[in-house]
């Protein structure tokens, strides 16, 4: 593979098509086609100095057009953290196939005082200059096992954002198993998006996760309080093939949601095979698109994170995270919440005491909150690492290092197929328009 070292260091990237290249460059957000020759004028140019009026215009134009602003920039202290995720139990209804929390099941419920005490720290003008954060209410269990504590914590985030005069995003994630009618009028009147995670096919609902029937109705009982519902399935080898199909049928059941989003497994039992890895993800890239194409049609926007990060300027990968777990610690993810699970112990970065004093170690924070863009040295002339940010660390605390690199491949190569889609399309646009 011909490698463009010196255009590597410029930020510009020369993607190999089947006739010539796709230059990209994330920085500046543009891309262009062109042929091998002016590639290598180019990468000439840049090698030698050489007296190159045309490239030395357009690298100059390239650079000139540069963003300053990052979607997730580095992090370096807590005060620049912008996502709280609180955990209100440890207990679950449901027993998930592939559940990444099984470990951590325990008969566990944050207490009011510590939430309250985590919300009233994070959501403070002396800790942080940011502007716009974020409230995620997620399973470690089932959050709405805790309807009243629930309730409460939205309503105190969003009071406490108004009185502090931040700009606050709440999304709450649920298995879709349990209404509450309080809980439903709190959503709207905060203006909090449901996450629902839901298999959609019935039969993959009832082998992954079970309940399908229940979950139907709870969810249409929330859609029609007026609930804002984003529908969340996992993609593992039993329904990769059928995202085309879980589009259509997400609108035949819920004809008012209009967000889908598709979330890959994270299981290394599932991907211990080399071969079962790579296949799997090259057959998601394939259906993912016919799937998107649908949802288009159909006014949904299916999407898959990374999907949005192509999107994005990135760092980060999710910009790290206050996560605080029912016993009360603080993780740098939500992924490990409990001190049953293996390697939790690592990723505790904090604690609230009893009276509700909130304690964060600097030393293990700018530890973890370093896996960026600058972490691995694999990462310093790949394009992809400012949409993807070095990837994810509760990723890289269970797979493999080969599993870890089919992700990255695959990361690549689903990136530069959605930009060879918009190149396509514009060249489309511009023919059509002569």
């Given at each position: 593979?011909?490698?463009?070292?010196?255009?590597?260091?410029?930020?510009i990237?020369?993607?190999p098509?089947?006739?010539?290249?796709?230059?990209?460059?994330?920085?500046?957000?543009?891309?262009?086609?062109m042929?091998?020759?002016?590639?290598k004028r180019?990468?000439?140019?840049?090698?030698?100095?050489?007296?190159?009026?045309?490239?030395?215009?357009?690298?100059?134009?390239?650079?000139h057009?540069?963003?300053?602003?990052r979607?997730?920039p580095?992090?370096?202290?807590?005060?620049?953290?912008?996502?709280l995720?609180?955990l209100?139990?440890?207990?679950?209804n449901f027993?998930?196939?592939y559940?990444?929390?099984s470990?951590?099941?325990?008969?566990?419920?944050?207490?009011?005082?510590?939430?309250?005490?985590?919300i009233?720290?994070?959501?403070?003008k002396?800790?942080?200059?940011?502007?716009?954060?974020w409230?995620?209410?997620l399973?470690?269990?089932?959050?709405?096992?805790?309807?009243?504590?629930?309730?409460e914590?939205?309503?105190h985030?969003?009071?406490?954002?108004?009185?502090?005069?931040?700009n606050?995003?709440i999304?709450?994630?649920?298995?879709g198993?349990?209404?509450?009618?309080?809980?439903?009028?709190?959503?709207v009147?905060?203006?909090?998006?449901?996450?629902v995670?839901?298999?959609?096919?019935?039969?993959?609902q009832?082998q992954?996760?079970?309940?399908?029937g229940?979950?139907?109705?709870?969810?249409?009982?929330y859609m029609?309080?007026?609930?804002?519902?984003t529908?969340?399935?996992?993609?593992?080898?039993?329904?990769?093939?059928?995202?085309?199909?879980?589009?259509m049928?997400?609108h035949r059941?819920f004809?008012?949601?209009k967000?889908y989003?598709?979330?890959?497994?994270?299981d290394p039992?599932?991907?211990?095979?080399?071969?079962?890895?790579?296949?799997f993800y090259?057959?998601?890239?394939?259906?993912?698109?016919?799937?998107?194409a649908?949802?288009r049609?159909l006014?949904?926007?299916v999407y898959?994170?990374a999907?949005?990060?192509?999107d994005?300027?990135?760092e980060?990968y999710?910009?790290?995270?206050?996560?605080l777990?029912?016993?009360?610690t603080?993780t740098?993810?939500?992924?490990k919440s409990s001190?049953?699970?293996?390697?939790?112990?690592?990723?505790v970065?904090?604690?609230?005491d009893?009276?509700?004093?909130?304690?964060?170690?600097?030393?293990?924070?700018?530890?973890?909150?370093?896996?960026?863009?600058n972490?691995?040295?694999?990462?310093?002339?790949?394009?992809?690492?400012?949409?993807?940010?070095?990837?994810?660390?509760?990723?890289?605390?269970?797979?493999?290092?080969?599993?870890?690199?089919?992700?990255?491949d695959w990361?690549?190569s689903?990136?530069k197929?959605?930009?060879?889609?918009?190149?396509?399309?514009a060249?489309?646009?511009d023919?059509?328009?002569l």
């Open positions: 593979m011909v490698q463009f070292h010196h255009l590597y260091e410029q930020e990237y020369p993607l098509l089947e006739d010539g290249f796709l230059v990209y460059a994330p920085l500046s957000g543009l891309m262009m086609p042929a091998s020759d002016e590639v180019l990468e000439n140019h840049l090698a030698t100095s050489s007296e190159d009026r045309e490239a030395e215009e357009l690298i100059a134009y390239i650079n057009e540069r963003k300053g602003r979607t997730i580095a992090k370096h202290s807590p005060s620049e953290i912008h996502k995720t609180i209100p139990t440890h207990r679950c027993r998930c196939s559940c990444y929390s470990e951590g099941r325990q008969n566990k419920t944050l207490t009011r005082e510590k939430a309250i005490a985590m009233d720290y994070f959501i403070d002396h800790r942080t200059s940011l502007t716009d954060l409230l995620a209410i399973g470690g269990g089932e959050p709405f096992l805790s309807p009243g504590l629930t309730a914590i939205i309503v985030a969003r009071r406490r954002a108004k009185e502090q005069g931040f606050l995003g999304g709450l994630t649920t298995n198993s349990l209404y509450d009618e309080n809980l439903a009028r709190v959503m009147e905060n203006a909090v998006s449901l996450g995670s839901f298999e959609v096919l019935e039969e993959i009832n992954q996760r079970q309940h399908y229940k979950v139907v109705e709870t969810v249409a009982k029609d309080a007026g609930v804002d519902i529908i969340k399935s996992i993609i593992t080898p039993a329904n990769v093939f059928r995202l085309n199909e879980m589009v049928e997400m059941l004809p008012l949601v967000k989003k598709l979330q890959i497994v994270e039992d599932i991907f211990s095979e080399r071969k079962t890895m790579e296949m090259a057959d998601f890239t394939h259906y993912f698109f016919q799937a998107e649908t949802g049609d006014g949904i926007d898959v994170l999907s949005k990060y192509a994005m300027l990135i980060h999710c910009g790290g995270e206050m996560c777990t029912p016993e009360g603080i740098i993810c939500h992924r001190s049953k699970e293996p390697g939790y112990e690592d990723f970065y904090g604690k609230v009893e009276d509700g004093t909130v304690h964060l170690d600097a030393a293990r924070f700018s530890r973890l909150i370093a896996h960026d863009i972490a691995r040295e694999a990462c310093a002339q790949c394009f992809v690492k400012w949409h993807c940010g070095g990837g994810c660390l509760a990723q890289a605390s269970i797979y493999n290092r080969e599993q870890l690199d089919i992700i990255c990361t690549r689903f990136t197929e959605i930009l060879t889609r918009r190149l396509q399309h060249l489309r646009e023919t059509g328009n």
